[in-house]
Antibody, heavy 124, light 107 residues
């Protein structure tokens, strides 16, 4: 059974870079049938898609965050990562990683399964 | 961006009730819609994809319908485990967007 696990610092200072890693187990991140995404949820609020990546390195980013986001993949470690630069308190959220079915080309999809999420707080 | 609007924001209901949650898209998304259930402190769980396809393992009391701009999630007979927050998500086009959520609470 595929599982995803987020990891990284739980506290980041304002203006610094948030870095998280998602480790995939029970399946290969290099499968041509899937791609991988990040979603966040501020405390008590709704869900926001951050971006997605295919094992080849092709990426899709939310325009609202694109200037600050980098998503990368490390197939040798079965991991993909998120970097969000110049963070502010508004970036405080639970960050989730998830899998999406690849539908060929430039098409989004639904998320399943999800990691358990990790809370990142931006504060000095 | 495609805006997704759910109604109601909060729904009070009793065990055994039939409930319906609505999700409206700001433009047509065909049937490219998913529904998730989220419980406090947990990740969202996929219930429905392609507007009406039930994810494997999800109880049959959950059903989805709609196309274009209006969609519904129906729970035919509420069970205690169903009290949670529900989100719709469109995947017709980037950026992927979610509804604001509907909190289903015990009356």
């Amino acid at each position: 059974q595929l599982q995803l696990q987020e990891s990284g610092p739980g506290l980041v200072k304002p203006s610094e870079t948030l870095s998280l890693t998602c480790t995939v187990s029970g399946g290969s991140i290099s499968s041509s049938s899937y791609y991988w995404g990040w979603i966040r949820q501020p405390p008590g609020k709704g869900l926001e898609w951050i971006g997605s990546i295919y094992y080849s390195g092709s990426t899709y980013y939310n325009p609202s965050l694109k200037s600050r986001v980098t998503i990368s993949v490390d197939t040798s470690k079965n991991q993909f990562s998120l970097k969000l630069s110049s963070v502010t308190a508004a970036d405080t959220a639970v960050y989730y990683c998830a899998r999406l079915e690849y539908c060929g080309g430039d098409c989004p999809n639904w998320f399943d399964p999800w990691g358990q999420g990790t809370l990142v707080t931006v504060s000095s | 961006d495609i805006q997704m609007t759910q109604s109601p924001s909060t729904l009070s209901a009793s065990v055994g009730d039939r409930v319906t949650i609505t999700c409206r898209a700001s433009q047509s998304i065909s049937s490219w819609l998913a529904w998730y259930q989220q419980k406090p402190g947990k990740a969202p769980k996929l219930l429905i994809y392609k507007a009406s396809s039930l994810e494997s393992g999800v109880p049959s009391r959950f059903s989805g319908s709609g196309s274009g701009t209006e969609f519904t999630l129906t729970i035919s007979s509420l069970q205690p485990d169903d009290f949670a927050t529900y989100y719709c998500q469109q995947y017709n086009s980037y950026p992927i967007t979610f509804g604001q959520g509907t909190r289903l609470e015990i009356k």
